[in-house]
């Protein structure tokens, strides 16, 4: 049985903290760049919800094999 599915994982080689923009950008498709602009403009809009987020996120998204 063959595994055509994408699974999200935390970037080894696109890291900066932890992987999390890495790992949803290799997901996506898009510049991880991109996604870690997005993500600081989340912060700033959300009055700081998105850095809990993202440890949340370190923790729930397994690394990469």
Do not use: H
């Given at each position: 049985?063959?595994?055509?599915?994408?699974?999200?994982?935390?970037?080894?080689?696109?890291?900066?903290?932890?992987?999390?923009?890495g790992?949803l950008?290799?997901?996506?498709?898009?510049?991880?760049?991109?996604?870690?602009?997005?993500?600081?403009?989340?912060?700033?809009?959300s009055?700081?919800?998105?850095?809990?987020?993202?440890?949340?996120?370190?923790?729930?998204?397994?690394d990469?094999?």
């Amino acid at each position: 049985m063959s595994n055509d599915y994408k699974k999200l994982t935390r970037s080894r080689t696109q890291r900066m903290l932890c992987g999390v923009c890495g790992g949803l950008g290799e997901y996506l498709n898009l510049d991880p760049t991109i996604i870690r602009i997005i993500w600081v403009l989340f912060t700033f809009f959300s009055i700081g919800l998105a850095i809990l987020v993202y440890f949340i996120a370190a923790v729930i998204i397994p690394d990469e094999a």
